[in-house]
């Protein structure tokens, strides 16, 4: 089937299935469940041929959604802020071949990732995320070198998502160590949020990976970090968590990494704390204790060989 359309002066043809793919992602009206079923069901080339009419009655899309949908697709203004943005930022798509496996196994794997950065570091063992509450103690910094600092001298790869308090810790550490690390964001990378951590970003990008499954333009949404969350634990063999209170947003990626079948390490603290609350109930659980890196090598060392 001929090219329906060109990005700029040709570099980029709208028929290889990435670009297609890239492209609905970015079309409003269209949910990240709709973009799978065309995916799966192959047919991303039909839908540019077909009125809003046929996209309603051949989906059972509601029709103001396909007529969005419709023009979206054949909007030239749309295609330039796509070649733009292929121009600033590395883009994969799952139909990549350099796609993270161990991303691709878990549920809802995103379809599209923008990345700023060393992006080999996405398929490169072991990732660890470390994660824990955006108040956290006055010991927390120390928690977070204690257990870090020996597994990045073995060269580990540290994953969080950028936010307040652990998360800036755990990257903060890494990148004082001159170590590796990934953030993935709960939006677009002309919005850092929180903003204070816009020289952070800066740094990640220059030395380490952001991710994003969000165009860069797209600000964050409330909504948008328990999603971004299933990337933080799917990337990576494991989760630990610092801190966290026993209501803490934290178990929303603990609960995606035990679905994803990913082990869950927590650090205990004082019976004092309520900044340990959280981890002292996952433990209880079943999340394995964990007061030294070693701890989490040899959980490690026992399961390597299911992704290596």
């Excluded at 609905?24 to 809003?52: F, I, M, N, Q």
Aim: one cysteine or more; charged letters at 20%.
């Amino acid at each position: 089937m001929g090219s329906l359309y060109t990005i700029g002066k040709g570099s980029v043809k709208l028929n290889d299935q990435q670009i297609r793919l890239l492209h609905l992602s970015r079309c409003r009206g269209v949910s990240r469940a709709w973009l799978r079923k065309w995916w799966d069901d192959l047919c991303l080339t039909e839908l540019y041929h077909l009125t809003p009419q046929q996209i309603c009655h051949d989906f059972q899309m509601p029709l103001k959604n396909a007529i969005v949908l419709q023009n979206d697709l054949h909007h030239y203004p749309l295609l330039r802020q796509i070649e733009k943005d292929i121009a600033n930022y590395q883009v994969i798509t799952i139909l990549d071949d350099n796609y993270p496996p161990m991303l691709k196994a878990i549920k809802d794997a995103p379809l599209v990732l923008y990345a700023s950065g060393n992006l080999s570091l996405i398929n490169q063992l072991p990732l660890l995320s470390v994660i824990g509450t955006r108040l956290p103690s006055g010991e927390a910094m120390k928690k977070v070198i204690k257990i870090l600092h020996p597994l990045l001298l073995q060269e580990w790869v540290i994953v969080s998502g950028m936010a307040k308090g652990i998360d800036s810790y755990a990257h903060e550490v890494t990148l004082n160590k001159n170590g590796y690390t990934i953030a993935v964001l709960g939006g677009g990378f002309h919005h850092i949020y929180p903003k204070e951590n816009t020289s952070l970003f800066q740094q990640i990008s220059n030395r380490g990976l952001v991710l994003s499954e969000y165009a860069p333009e797209s600000p964050p949404a409330k909504y948008h970090f328990p999603e971004r969350n299933r990337i933080i634990s799917g990337l990576s063999f494991g989760t630990l968590v610092i801190e966290a209170k026993e209501k803490s947003g934290t178990l929303i990626t603990v609960e995606q990494a035990l679905d994803q079948g990913r082990e869950v390490f927590a650090v205990p603290g004082s019976p004092l704390s309520l900044q340990s609350t959280g981890c002292h109930k996952m433990i209880q659980d079943g999340a394995k204790l964990v007061t030294k890196a070693q701890d989490i090598y040899e959980e490690w060392e026992t399961m390597k060989h299911a992704y290596v």
